[in-house]
């Protein structure tokens, strides 16, 4: 009896136990209040502006602002939200943001003409577990109407108006200046002052030379510089009476060349000696004409070889070709990659620009020497500004942006 009734005792005593920590347990645990739910709403940015945006043509409008008190010292903006609805209407719809610390926003899906109201949301939003949980903003005062315009005129280029305009009147002025007479300077160069030379020895050796005008179109500029130096060539050889074969793997180059050896066999006081198969067609396959020319001259081993004009992979095969028959080779290029291949090989290179002025140097036309002494004018007021600019700036003076291209 004395144990059962000690084992009533304890699972009474047990079970009351049991019982008073269920119902303390029961009781809402109390949860201190986040504090997120409580943060505080930035201040609104302030001397918001709408204006059509400058130096554009049309359908964009510039929306800039002061930054939010909060954003430099609490630190708590987040980003900047730009609202726009047409003029009349409540209907703002978010057109672009910026983050922090930024203070304009820039438009470019408006019509030209129609007014707009924008204001700009100083927002912050809260994050918990990289998610955003709320979002608190204040608006800024509506501002406008703003209307976007396209501009005659963009302004923030005037100084590359003012090197044109420079270029330009020096251009036109030696130009005129050529035409009246006048005679100019121009550097002598090397393969250009060889040409004579070049075309003499073909005459003592009473072989023919070869005029290779390179392998692009008459849309190349490299091709019509080249064609000009042609004309040049051609009357020498006229009046030594010494044969010129052109060539060609293009038929519009053919056309061209053609008439231009003909007129200088014309101007040299010999047009009977011209005869039409010095300008000949190969073809325009790039490697096939490769081919033809080296086989022509192998076979022919021509005393003089001209290689001006557009050339490419080719321009070494031609020219080791020819520098193996022995044969005088003046050759020029704009291409930068194929120049080192023509250094190599030919005896002297025109190098770059120097082909193009070759061209007026020979010819003496008045638009290319003008155009010449024009573009070296340029490049020396050019010159001369960026040595002053470099000589300010040393000295702390700011005038770089004279000189910005935007």
């Not at 630190?75 to 003029?87: P, W």
């Not at 003409?113 to 949301?121: R, S, T």
């Not at 060539?233 to 793997?249: G, K, L």
């Not at 022509?296 to 520098?323: Q, Y």
């Amino acid at each position: 009896m004395k144990v059962k009734a000690f084992f009533l005792i304890s699972a009474f005593v047990l079970s009351g136990f049991v019982s008073g920590f269920a119902q303390e347990s029961a009781e809402p645990i109390p949860v201190e209040n986040d504090s997120l739910t409580v943060a505080e709403t930035p201040a609104p940015a302030t001397d918001v502006v709408a204006k059509d945006t400058p130096n554009d043509a049309g359908g964009s409008i510039t929306v800039t602002w002061d930054l939010s008190p909060d954003d430099t010292t609490k630190k708590i903006v987040t980003k900047y939200v730009v609202m726009r609805a047409e003029e009349g209407s409540d209907d703002f719809k978010e057109i672009g943001s910026q983050v922090a610390g930024k203070r304009s926003v820039t438009d470019n899906e408006v019509v030209d003409g129609v007014a707009y109201i924008y204001k700009v949301l100083a927002t912050r939003e809260i994050l918990q577990d990289d998610a955003i949980i709320e979002v608190l903003s204040s608006p800024s005062e509506p501002v406008g109407p703003a209307k976007s315009t396209a501009q005659w005129f963009n302004m923030s280029r005037l100084n590359i108006f003012i090197g044109i305009i420079i270029l330009c009147g020096a251009i036109i002025y030696y130009i005129t200046a050529a035409r009246g007479g006048k005679s100019f300077y121009i550097r002598k160069i090397a393969g250009i002052v060889e040409v004579e030379n070049a075309v003499g020895r073909a005459t003592e050796m009473g072989k023919a030379i070869y005029y290779v005008p390179g392998i692009n179109d008459m849309d190349d500029v490299q091709t019509l510089a080249s064609l000009t130096i042609l004309g040049k060539v051609a009357e020498i050889a006229a009046q030594n009476d010494t044969r010129i074969d052109v060539p060609v793997s293009r038929s519009m180059v053919m056309v061209t060349a053609k008439e231009i050896v003909k007129e200088s066999y014309s101007r040299a006081g010999r047009p009977e000696a011209h005869q039409d198969d010095q300008v000949r067609y190969l073809t325009d396959d790039q490697f096939g004409y490769a081919a033809a020319i080296d086989g022509l001259f192998v076979r022919e081993k021509p005393a003089t070889v001209f290689l001006i004009g557009a050339f490419f992979a080719e321009s070494l095969i031609m020219a080791e070709t020819g520098n193996s028959i022995g044969a005088i080779q003046i050759a020029g290029t704009a291409q930068p990659s194929q120049l080192p291949f023509f250094v190599a090989a030919c005896d002297y290179t025109l190098i770059g620009e120097e082909m193009f002025a070759a061209s007026a140097y020979l010819s003496r036309e008045p638009k290319l020497l003008g155009s010449l002494k024009g573009q070296d004018l340029g490049k020396a007021v050019f010159l001369f500004a960026i040595v002053i600019g470099i000589i300010l700036e040393s000295f702390g003076i700011p005038v770089s942006n004279l000189f910005k291209v935007q």
